[in-house]
Nanobody, 127 residues
Framework: QEQLVESGGGSVQAGGSLRLSCAAS????????LGWWRQTPGKEREGVAS?????????ITYAAAEGRFTISKDSAKNTLYLQMDDLKPDDTATYYC???????????????????WGQGTQVTVSS
């Protein structure tokens, strides 16, 4: 059974850094589209960054925080990462790892197109 498990969230002050991890199991996740999303209470989930599958060139697309966040993956560990630097209070959210079943190339950031989700990890940035 496919599973995505996030870790690495926490509380930091503005300007700090965190690295989120998403450990995948049940399939070779890095061969397919993976991405990070985030959500704050009362708002829709928004895409942050995506990375295409290993055989599709691992193209990266940022929807938010480009220049401060870096998405990457380790195929040997079947793990996705999100390095977050220069964090701002507006980055406070629950961050989710997500995958698109059977697709090497990531679709646009439309939530309905993404089929697998982790349980989320909370990131809180204080000013």
């Amino acid at each position: 059974q496919e599973q995505l498990v996030e870790s690495g969230g926490g509380s930091v002050q503005a300007g700090g850094s965190l690295r989120l991890s998403c450990a995948a199991s049940g399939y070779r996740a890095t061969e397919y589209c993976l991405g990070w999303w985030r959500q704050t209470p009362g708002k829709e989930r928004e895409g942050v960054a995506s990375i295409d599958g290993d055989h599709a060139g691992s193209k990266i697309t940022y929807a938010a925080a480009e220049g401060r966040f870096t998405i990457s993956k380790d195929s040997a560990k079947n793990t996705l990462y999100l390095q977050m630097d220069d964090l701002k209070p507006d980055d406070t959210a629950t961050y989710y790892c997500a995958a698109v079943a059977g697709s090497w190339i990531c679709p646009p950031f439309m939530e309905s197109r993404w089929g697998y989700w982790g349980q989320g990890t909370q990131v809180t940035v204080s000013s």
